[in-house]
């Protein structure tokens, strides 16, 4: 079955130290998105790839970093700049370009700082 | 402030009652999204809407768009235990400058129905 694979489901990181969270869409979807969850909070946006080899900031990016060496993946690393990184992390896809823009959603990553 | 405000933030209701939330926003929504999501876990997709006035209809589920394009609701009809979580509205609203649009997130309405 076509989804999208997020690992781990849970993650605790110690102060300073880089976490990267893994995404893996077999969906065949072009556009891939990194989303932050907080309590009340509902979704915001961390970072979004478009193609291959392109990604743009979303509205919190700072503190975070992400690749898209290939059309399936989109790992995203919550670097030691990060000051709040404990939060519920959402991986999506969609298969993009103009039209309805239905996002696909994977399971989720929580991250814990000790 | 926040684009799409939804509302109410919570709701209990005993099973077999009705329930509407609502999802607002003074911008057009170009394409309106419902999501359902249990504590803990992804989003699932329930419904998109994007013609003004269109209404849509899963089982027990109906959404629909205003008019004019700013407001959305979600109304259950005779709820049941299973639709209990949390419900999402998603949508895509021009962004300031008006060159593309951006797709937004309400905070979220915390549905439980007790047996």
């Known amino acids: 079955d076509g989804g999208i694979t997020q690992s781990p489901k849970y993650l605790f990181r110690k102060e300073g130290q880089n976490v990267t969270l893994s995404c893996e869409q077999n969906?065949?979807?072009?556009?891939m998105y990194w989303y932050r969850q907080d309590p009340g909070q509902g979704l915001r946006l961390i970072y979004y790839?478009?193609?291959?080899?392109?990604?743009q900031k979303g509205d919190i990016a700072e503190g975070y970093s992400v690749s898209r060496e290939k059309k399936e993946s989109f790992p995203l690393t919550v670097t030691s700049a990060q000051k709040n990184p404990t939060a519920f992390y959402l991986c999506?896809?969609?298969?993009?370009?103009?039209?309805?823009?239905?996002?696909?959603f994977g399971a989720g990553s929580r991250l814990t700082v000790l | 402030s926040q684009e799409l405000e939804q509302s109410p933030q919570s709701l209990i209701v005993q099973e077999g009652k009705n329930l509407t939330i609502n999802c607002t926003s003074s911008?057009?929504?170009?394409?309106l999204y419902w999501y359902k999501q249990k504590y803990g876990e992804g989003l699932i997709f329930l419904m998109m809407?994007?013609?003004?006035?269109e209404e849509k209809s899963h089982e027990k589920i109906t959404a629909k768009l205003d008019e004019k394009k700013q407001q959305s609701s979600l109304h259950i009809t005779a709820s049941q235990p299973s639709h209990a979580g949390i419900y999402l509205c998603?949508?895509?609203?021009?962004?300031?400058?008006?060159?593309?649009?951006?797709?937004?997130f309400g905070k979220g309405t915390l549905l439980t129905v007790n047996p």
């Open positions: 999506a896809s969609t298969r993009g370009g103009s039209g309805a823009n239905v996002l696909t």
């Open positions: 969906l065949n979807h072009d556009a």
């Open positions: 790839s478009q193609i291959v080899n392109d990604f």
């Open positions: 911008k057009t929504l170009y394409g």
């Open positions: 809407l994007q013609k003004g006035g």
């Open positions: 998603g949508a895509e609203i021009l962004n300031s400058g008006g060159s593309n649009y951006k797709l937004t």
